[in-house]
């Protein structure tokens, strides 16, 4: 049997702020910069909540005040790294069996700029799918447009 292990997906972004607001706009201003489209809730995603401490929960919240869970925080060190577990299997529904990880750093370059450097890795999770999925979030549907939209908000 032939085992898929596809590449993590990774792309790099440079913002001008310092890792100290690169960081917390992508953490803690999550919200304001995920793409409203690549919602779980039924009423349309209002915000996205990451609580930075190790075991914190990952997720959406609707326009109508309810919940989705899209993984956790596996590892947070502000300003320089941030480690999620994504649990959200091939179709996109929330599986606390099933995990990738997505490992963001933040490189100061200066006083005023930051390099933003995201991993999606453990995609062989996703089993027979695991090829159309990194294809899927490595697209502009998926981490390009997202990173895009991130440092649209940073700036």
Not at 36 to 47: N, R
């Amino acid at each position: 049997m032939h085992t898929i292990d596809p590449a993590p997906v990774r792309k790099s972004v440079t913002v001008r702020a310092p890792a100290e607001r690169a960081f917390d706009v992508f953490v803690n201003g999550m919200g304001s910069w995920w793409i409203k489209g690549h919602s779980l809730t039924e009423s349309g995603q209002k915000t996205v909540v990451v609580e930075a401490v190790a075991g914190g929960r990952w997720y959406e919240i609707g326009n109508a005040g309810e919940e989705r869970e899209w993984g956790h925080v596996i590892a947070c060190d502000r300003p320089n790294r941030i480690l999620f577990a994504w649990q959200l299997n091939a179709d996109f529904d929330f599986d606390p069996a099933f995990r990738t990880e997505v490992e963001v750093l933040f490189e100061a370059k200066g006083a005023n700029e930051t390099t933003v450097v995201l991993e999606h890795r453990q995609l062989a999770n996703y089993g027979a799918k695991a090829e159309e999925l990194r294809g899927v979030l490595d697209s502009e549907n998926g981490w390009g447009g997202l990173l895009a939209s991130y440092v649209a908000k940073v700036a």
